[in-house]
């Protein structure tokens, strides 16, 4: 069974009532069986376009990595903060 990377941004849901917040949902930006073109394209991303929307009306709450199985079994999402030094734009693992 192949494993599946997937580059989303995590938009939060927010609901109209104060102090609730709903399910966050995710918009995928690019997905590939190979691990280091999702991270690349994850760097690209962020390097463009930042932590906003590509149409830039809105900000997002963070860029994530999902791992998931060809099934659509989430197996780990990992944010860009854990994985890209932000100053440098290193990849930290």
Known sequence: MSV???VLLKQQD???????????KY???FY???????????????KEHGF???DKKFTVADIVLRE???T?????????HELFNTITGELLK
């Open 14 to 24: 927010y609901e109209p009532v104060i102090g609730h917040f709903g399910e966050p």
């Open 72 to 80: 659509g079994e989430e197996i780990s999402i990992t944010s860009y």
């Open 32 to 46: 590939d069986e190979d691990r280091n073109k999702a991270l690349k394209e994850m760097w690209k991303y962020v």
């Open 52 to 54: 906003i929307t590509p």
């Open 27 to 29: 918009i995928c930006l």
């Open 68 to 70: 998931r199985k060809s």
């Open 4 to 6: 599946i990377y997937d």
